[in-house]
């Protein structure tokens, strides 16, 4: 990141361009209507990155690594396989420097997100829903080697975590330390395990005392889905893990363990798993987006129930910082919108007759 990332938050000369914008969000205090009493949780909002999303961290260090070690060629096609984020996120970064894209998305992913891509000068081909994620990938591992395109990885390259190792894990730990905090619980979810493996091994070093809790998709009847407990004897994970079934989770829990989250993993980083029962994730960023006016997408919510219960179980006076890793304005035609009438409510109309229609 050339110049620190996200100045909007403060003086600076102007970007050189919108890649310059990513990165530098915000961690933003939790009001006593979301939060237990005694103890404090920030949001870390990563939807102030300039296309909505954390994974704008990630099309830029791929992006930046392909250019620089010369592997990304001038012109060159640029392909991915995406449940979406990433998809927006390289789209804005090719549309930047001049790339062509092509994004492979998986059939149950929203359709604000292929037309958001589409809108950034992408073409997007779309997977069939039983392929699940292992077939998005497969697509385009075969457009790139049949094209000559170059391939982001973003499951398995190493710039992955070492952009969340460089940037977002010393945010959230510089950012505590200049309001005199210290950090006793780092609460996130994994898709590509990239924020979990990066921005954890930071705080691990660097703030030896903090617990990580790591999120998974799992109805509340099923017990143990931990994805490091439930291996075969060889290591491999038991094919039946509940959170490689569908989960509402947009963004989290692939149907298999990605290289970048195992190499995480290997580090022992997380020191706790943490399913979120059916529903609780909708229903927690619908009361973000009510009672805090913080508008995040599903991960969003399901990050944040898992830190209030971490809030819960916690000693006085615990600090801890959950992930929200996009906007909820990309889930407009899931069920976190499903009870938004798109016309106005008699309460609404109400306001509107009793008001001059120039105030409208
Ligand atoms: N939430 C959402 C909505 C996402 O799109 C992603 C990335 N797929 C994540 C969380 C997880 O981020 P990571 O890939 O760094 O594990």
Request: include cysteine; hydrophobic fraction near 40%.
């Given at each position: 990141m050339a110049n620190g990332g996200n100045r909007g938050r403060g003086y600076g000369p102007?970007?050189?361009?919108?890649?310059?914008?990513?990165g530098n969000t915000p961690l933003v205090k939790i009001s006593s209507r979301t939060c237990p009493p005694g103890r404090t949780i920030y949001a870390k909002c990563e939807y102030f990155n300039p296309l909505g999303s954390v994974k704008d961290r990630l099309a830029l260090a791929i992006i930046e690594g392909g250019e620089k070690d010369g592997s990304l060629r001038p012109g060159q096609t640029v392909v991915e396989a995406t449940s979406g984020n990433t998809g927006i996120a390289v789209a804005m970064m090719c549309a930047q420097r001049g790339y062509p894209c092509v994004i492979v998305m998986a059939e149950p992913f929203s359709i604000e997100r292929r037309k958001l891509m589409r809108m950034l000068g992408a073409k997007v081909v779309v997977t069939p829903k039983a392929g699940k994620g292992t077939g998005m990938i497969q697509k385009a591992r075969e457009l790139a080697e049949k094209n000559g395109w170059f391939l982001c990885h973003q499951f398995e390259t190493d710039a992955n975590w070492k952009f969340h190792y460089e940037t977002t894990g010393p945010e959230i730990i510089n950012d505590l330390k200049a309001g005199g905090i210290n950090l006793d619980y780092w609460v996130t979810g994994y898709g590509t395990g990239g924020t979990f493996h990066g921005a954890g091994k930071y705080i691990k070093e660097n703030s030896p005392n903090t617990k990580i809790i790591l999120a998974e998709p799992g109805a509340?009847?099923?017990?143990?889905?931990?994805i490091k407990t439930d291996r075969n004897p060889d290591g491999s994970p038991v094919s039946?893990?509940?959170?490689?079934?569908?989960?509402?989770?947009?963004?989290?829990?692939?149907?298999f363990i990605p290289l970048v989250l195992e190499k995480g993993l290997d580090l022992n980083l997380d020191e706790e798993m943490l399913e979120i029962p059916d529903g609780a994730a909708v229903a927690m960023s619908q009361a973000l987006a009510r009672n805090e006016g913080i508008l995040t997408g599903i991960s969003g919510g399901a990050s944040m129930w898992a830190a209030v219960e971490t809030a819960k179980n916690a000693p006085e006076g615990s600090v801890i910082v959950a992930m929200l890793a996009d906007t909820g304005e990309r889930y407009l035609s899931t069920p976190l919108f499903a009870d938004i009438a798109a016309d106005m409510n008699e309460e609404e109309l109400e306001i509107a007759r009793s008001t001059p229609s120039w105030i409208l």
């Amino acid at each position: 990141m050339a110049n620190g990332g996200n100045r909007g938050r403060g003086y600076g000369p102007p970007l050189n361009d919108i890649s310059e914008s990513v990165g530098n969000t915000p961690l933003v205090k939790i009001s006593s209507r979301t939060c237990p009493p005694g103890r404090t949780i920030y949001a870390k909002c990563e939807y102030f990155n300039p296309l909505g999303s954390v994974k704008d961290r990630l099309a830029l260090a791929i992006i930046e690594g392909g250019e620089k070690d010369g592997s990304l060629r001038p012109g060159q096609t640029v392909v991915e396989a995406t449940s979406g984020n990433t998809g927006i996120a390289v789209a804005m970064m090719c549309a930047q420097r001049g790339y062509p894209c092509v994004i492979v998305m998986a059939e149950p992913f929203s359709i604000e997100r292929r037309k958001l891509m589409r809108m950034l000068g992408a073409k997007v081909v779309v997977t069939p829903k039983a392929g699940k994620g292992t077939g998005m990938i497969q697509k385009a591992r075969e457009l790139a080697e049949k094209n000559g395109w170059f391939l982001c990885h973003q499951f398995e390259t190493d710039a992955n975590w070492k952009f969340h190792y460089e940037t977002t894990g010393p945010e959230i730990i510089n950012d505590l330390k200049a309001g005199g905090i210290n950090l006793d619980y780092w609460v996130t979810g994994y898709g590509t395990g990239g924020t979990f493996h990066g921005a954890g091994k930071y705080i691990k070093e660097n703030s030896p005392n903090t617990k990580i809790i790591l999120a998974e998709p799992g109805a509340a009847n099923i017990v143990g889905s931990g994805i490091k407990t439930d291996r075969n004897p060889d290591g491999s994970p038991v094919s039946s893990h509940p959170a490689f079934a569908p989960h509402p989770i947009q963004g989290w829990t692939p149907d298999f363990i990605p290289l970048v989250l195992e190499k995480g993993l290997d580090l022992n980083l997380d020191e706790e798993m943490l399913e979120i029962p059916d529903g609780a994730a909708v229903a927690m960023s619908q009361a973000l987006a009510r009672n805090e006016g913080i508008l995040t997408g599903i991960s969003g919510g399901a990050s944040m129930w898992a830190a209030v219960e971490t809030a819960k179980n916690a000693p006085e006076g615990s600090v801890i910082v959950a992930m929200l890793a996009d906007t909820g304005e990309r889930y407009l035609s899931t069920p976190l919108f499903a009870d938004i009438a798109a016309d106005m409510n008699e309460e609404e109309l109400e306001i509107a007759r009793s008001t001059p229609s120039w105030i409208l």
